[in-house]
């Protein structure tokens, strides 16, 4: 995965949801895991990187090409999104969310489009539901939906901003299954959590983020067992207690 | 004991009918022979007239305004005993009341451009010549008989008569004498008037058909009146200018005009009532239950027990025709049913509600495109468009149509010289209810989540095609009970354009009712058809929703 944050702030009023992030990978990463508190600014890091936020000042570049306002809309097209409170279309059965955008954006026939959005939703356990409206699907078919929407089209990263933080337990674990097959099959996702043993058990990087600022990057075994900064330890305690 | 209680019964009798008030309708709008001071007091040679008649007859005075084509109306279902309102004593009035001796002969006048070559009848019978007149007068009578070849337009109001043609919108005004007289005082630098009567007139009182009693009172009075000078003090005292003006033009001033002896009234066949009765009653009751089945067959559980809730439906309508029933019936006593008239104009109050649907529909596409217009430059972030958008929203909301109507059509049509008053109609109306549109569909799609814009932009569509694919489709589903709320109401408010005289629906039927002096005849057959009209879009609009719904 190749990222590069500089000096990337972003001000939302008298707040800074990012204050000078520099962030350099170049490594062979697949998985890519945020953590840290809520408000912490994870939200903020995954939407300036997925082109749907315009930092306030500094630059960032992906893949070594680096985003400006006009390329952004490119941008968005060439990676996929994931939102914590799914954002599927609600006048759409599940097959037309995944299919519209095929048709649309990525220049597929109506019927190759379909296609593809049936296959995408089969792999993710949905064939049976492709005719449903969002409405008649549960939480967890929601998420998955909204999964196979963001993988149809091929997305160089695939971009999760706390995809499970909707669901209960066994609902997130149906959709932790789904990003970790995506991982293995050498899809590169960023994703923030609040599930450390997904973190702990998926991720080739561990990212801490808190106040705006990345406190610790690192591989998991590093920041949950060899060596957490202080403050990641203070906050593993926490989250951990129950 | 059997003489007492008749001395019992001849007392309240007696004490009854020196009680009851005299109840006299007028439309103030008239001076100065009836109009409201600036002390908002009732004041003038009619109010004067009926103030003498209450105190000759020994009655309390009650004076009722009403709008002049609706006295006879008034007068008719009992809500007032005698109409003393400059009304002009003709045998079209004739059928549906009867009149006193006459108390004032005038005649019709003409108001013409300052420099119309038009000199007398002869020069409007041209075809193509444009007549207004005010509605249901005896000018728009006379018009229509006298003039077949001309374009008559009958307004509502005196100003704007008058304005026609001071604008040269219209060639001529046939109205009264003095009416015309003091319009051209309004207008000198634009009209001219030509007040050598047209055809002679005599106003009289109205009274209601059958009240015998009360006329030969009234007759007795106005003879009285005459011979103590009451016509001619009232004349010194409110009419002084016009009768130096009248007796130097060589025309007789207007109360001393020969008074030729009433003629009995004659019998106009009417109808009978128990058939125009049941015909009412027939469509209501055959409206109630063709409602009723619709709403029924669209419920889920109708079938289910088919027997029961036929029975329910059935005692629900009988009800509502028993108490359509006894309101008509309250007021069949007093009111003489006339559908022959309305029925021989049906096929010009039919061409009034074609063109109703068909400034409908085109002001509705152009409400459409305004509405979405000016949502889309709200939204457009720059920000001169935005405030514009708003402030026009905002300001054609806060006035009345009506306002929007007559200001449209006689400042802003006559600077920009658009003449038709059907395009000016249309155009009002559309650019009237784009401005609701507009707020309804602003509302619709800021209802929409930020986080179906963000979802949008997310899976790569552009502005575009976020509202095209995303936005709009559910914008359209949420407001389409409000669009079609607001679609119905200006079906309805389409019916405003009669102030500007447009030949619609309601114009037309107005002319029918005033032509043939009836009311009900017309404001029934207008009820039925708006609904023929507002029902189906009710209907198309239900359609509509249950085929865009999503939410479960």
């Known amino acids: 995965m190749k990222l590069s944050f500089k000096n990337v702030t972003c001000q939302f009023g008298t707040q800074r949801a990012l204050d000078d992030v520099s962030l350099d990978l170049e490594n062979d990463e697949k998985v890519l895991v945020l953590i840290g508190p809520s408000g912490g600014g994870k939200s903020t890091f995954l939407r300036v990187l997925g082109g749907l936020l315009t930092p306030t000042s500094g630059t960032v570049s992906v893949a070594g090409s680096i985003l400006t306002p006009q390329g952004l809309l490119n941008h968005r097209r060439a990676n996929g999104f994931v939102f914590q409170s799914f954002n599927l279309f609600p006048h759409l059965t599940a097959r037309e969310n995944v299919a519209l955008p095929l048709e649309k954006v990525h220049g597929l026939t109506p019927d190759e489009s379909a296609t593809k959005a049936l296959a995408s939703l089969a792999r993710f356990g949905l064939a049976d539901h492709a005719e449903k409206l969002p409405a008649q699907l549960s939480g967890g078919q929601q998420q998955r939906v909204g999964i196979a929407r963001a993988v149809a089209p091929g997305p160089g990263l695939l971009i999760l901003d706390e995809p499970t933080s909707a669901l209960d337990p066994e609902m997130s674990a149906e959709v932790l299954d789904a990003v970790q097959a995506l991982a293995a099959e050498g899809q590169q996702v960023i994703l923030s959590t609040h599930s450390m043993g997904f973190a702990r058990a998926a991720a080739d990087r561990v990212l801490y983020l808190a106040k705006g600022k990345i406190i610790q990057a690192a591989p998991p075994k590093e920041v949950f067992d060899t060596d957490p900064s202080p403050e990641v330890s203070k906050f593993l305690e926490r989250v951990m207690r129950y | ?552």
């Open chain 2, 1 to 552: 004991m059997k003489t007492l209680f008749t001395i019992i019964l001849c007392l309240a009798a007696a004490f009854t009918h020196a009680a009851s008030p005299l109840r006299i309708g007028t439309e103030p709008e008239y001076p100065p022979f009836e109009f409201v001071d600036e002390n908002g007091e009732l004041d003038g040679v009619s109010i004067q007239m009926a103030e003498a008649l209450a105190a000759s007859l020994g009655r309390p005075l009650e004076i009722e305004t009403i709008k002049f084509d609706a006295l006879i109306l008034a007068l008719k279902s009992g809500k007032i005993d005698c109409i003393i309102s400059s009304m002009t004593a003709n045998d079209e009035r004739r059928k549906s009341i009867s009149f006193s001796d006459p108390y004032v002969t005038t005649g019709l006048a003409m108001l013409v451009g300052k420099d119309s070559t038009i000199q007398s009848l002869e020069d409007l019978k041209k075809p193509g010549t444009r007549i207004v007149a005010k509605l249901g007068t005896t000018g728009e009578l006379f018009a229509r008989k006298a003039l077949p070849e001309a374009t008559i337009t009958a307004l509502p109001q005196d100003p704007a008569c008058a304005l026609e043609v001071a604008q040269g919108k219209a060639d001529a005004w046939i109205y009264d004498q003095l009416s015309i007289f003091h319009h051209h005082k309004q207008h000198p630098k634009t009209t001219k008037a030509l007040l050598s009567p047209l055809k002679a007139e005599q106003w009289a009182i109205g009274l209601r058909k059958g009240d015998e009693e009360l006329r030969t009172q009234v007759n007795a009075f106005l003879q009285e009146f005459r011979a103590e000078g009451g016509f001619s003090k009232l004349g010194e005292r409110y009419l002084s200018e016009e009768k130096q003006l009248m007796e130097s033009a060589g025309i007789p001033f207007i109360f001393d005009g020969e008074i030729k002896p009433q003629t009995p009234p004659s019998e106009v066949a009417q109808e009978k009532t128990s058939g125009t009765l049941f015909a009412v009653l027939s469509l209501f009751g055959v409206g109630i239950g063709i409602t009723a089945l619709v709403k029924l067959s669209a419920a889920p559980g109708w079938r289910k027990s088919l027997p029961r809730n036929l029975l329910v439906a059935a005692i629900i309508v009988a009800a509502l025709s028993g108490a359509c029933t006894f309101i008509l019936n309250s007021l069949n006593e007093g009111y003489t049913w006339n559908w022959a008239g309305i029925w021989a104009r049906r096929a010009f109050i039919l061409e009034g509600w074609l063109l109703t649907i068909g400034i409908s529909l085109a002001a509705l596409i152009l409400c459409l495109v305004i509405g979405i217009a000016l949502v889309v430059a709200g939204r457009s972030g720059i920000p001169p468009l935005a405030a514009t958008a708003r402030a026009y929203s905002e300001l054609v909301r806060g006035t009345p149509l009506l306002v929007v109507l007559l200001v449209g059509y006689y400042v802003i049509g006559n600077a920009v010289g658009l003449d038709s008053k059907v395009w000016v109609g249309i155009l009002l109306l559309g650019l009237f209810a784009g401005a609701y549109l507009a707020e309804v569909l602003r509302g619709g799609v800021e209802s929409i989540s930020s986080t179906q814009f963000e979802a949008a932009r997310a899976v790569g569509f552009d502005r575009f095609q976020t509202y095209r694919y995303v936005i709009v489709p559910q914008v359209v589903r949420r407001v389409l009970p409000a669009v079609a709320g607001l679609f119905i109401m200006l079906v309805k408010d389409s019916s405003l354009l009669s102030v500007i005289g447009t030949a619609e629906f309601t114009k037309q039927t107005d002319i029918a009712r005033a032509a043939t002096f009836t009311g009900l005849e017309g404001y029934l057959p207008l009820a039925v058809g708006y609904l023929l009209i507002t029902l189906p879009l009710a209907w198309i609009a239900k359609k509509l929703e249950a085929r865009f719904t999503y939410e479960s």
